[in-house]
């Protein structure tokens, strides 16, 4: 059955996790008619070390 793959920066609550993935079983149930207990959403966190064009987003400590 589907499986959706989301990749996420950290600092998500797990409410907002839960939501998210009760939404994209939702959506692919609405829109494939797949039952909603055979879809699985997989929400992978990232820590984010570069920000906007390449910038570290804290100092990085060269020594």
């Excluded at 589907?2 to 149930?29: C, D, F």
């Amino acid at each position: 059955m589907p499986v959706v793959h989301v990749s996420l920066i950290k600092g998500r609550t797990k409410e907002q996790k839960a939501l998210m993935a009760n939404e994209i079983s939702e959506t692919i149930h609405k829109h494939s008619g797949a039952p909603r207990r055979l879809s699985s959403s997989l929400l992978t966190m990232w820590i984010q070390i570069h920000g906007l064009r390449g910038e570290p987003c804290f100092p990085i400590n060269n020594q």
